[in-house]
């Protein structure tokens, strides 16, 4: 089972940025903080990662909370393209064995505006 | 290509016939993943593959799926006696090593009549 909790859906007006939250209260030490997101008839997209930093990247950043129990995935000017279902996946990186699977929840369906 | 690629992107069988779906991952990527995602549902872990390991098959619905991974490169999906219920997209995804990101390809549309 998922050990995150996402709301299913969510609306943004295009040009605004997009607060997707999650929440993994029972998240481990050495477990990072994924997203990816799916648009339609595609396969995920990786977006983001992040341990207990705040990242950014070219796509998103990531707000992780000190405790860690949740964490949110800003995409800082929504455009019509990021229309998707966002996924946020707790998982253990490389660095310490690293998990084998990926388990995905059933995300935030994100629906950009115009 | 440069990512994972995935053939044929579409697919039509009759219940009760076999059918194989190929990918072809990243090269380099040590770690080769299945999934299948059904009509609005999640994804669907079936298999993992990871280097020279024993294969993580715990995600297999039923004995009528198997997978292999030839040369720690290409991997087939193997279906027997489809089912309607196998109808789905199964996607392939591959990571340069286990707990790293995944790259997806776009997937097989499996439509079982």
């Known amino acids: 089972d998922a050990k995150t909790t996402q709301p299913p859906s969510m609306d943004c007006a295009e040009g605004r940025a997009a607060n997707l939250p999650c929440n993994h209260s029972?998240?481990?030490?050495?477990?990072?903080v994924y997203w990816y997101r799916q648009i339609h008839s595609q396969g995920p997209q990786y977006i983001i990662h992040g341990l207990k930093n705040n990242e950014t990247n070219e796509m998103a950043s990531l707000i992780i909370t000190e405790d860690r129990k949740s964490s949110t995935l800003i995409l800082p000017h929504a455009t019509l393209r990021d229309t998707a279902v966002y996924y946020c996946i707790v998982r253990v990186g490389s660095r310490v064995g690293g998990s084998e699977k990926l388990v995905f929840g059933k995300g935030t369906k994100l629906t950009v505006n115009p | 290509g440069a990512g994972v690629s995935q053939s044929p992107s579409n697919k039509v069988t009759e219940k009760g016939k076999d059918v194989e779906l190929r990918c072809d991952p990243i090269s380099g990527h040590t770690a080769l993943y299945w999934y299948r995602q059904s009509l609005g549902q999640g994804l669907e872990f079936l298999i993992y593959?990871?280097?020279?390991?024993?294969?993580?098959k715990s995600g297999l619905p039923s004995d009528r799926f198997s997978a292999e991974r030839t040369g720690g490169s290409v991997s087939t999906l193997t279906i027997q006696r489809t089912q309607q219920e196998d109808s789905a997209v199964y996607l392939c995804?591959?990571?340069?090593?286990?707990?790293?990101?995944?790259?997806f390809g776009s997937g097989t549309q499996l439509s079982v009549l």
């Open positions: 995804a591959s990571s340069i090593d286990r707990g790293e990101k995944l790259f």
């Open positions: 593959f990871q280097g020279n390991s024993a294969p993580d």
């Open positions: 029972t998240i481990s030490g050495n477990e990072y």
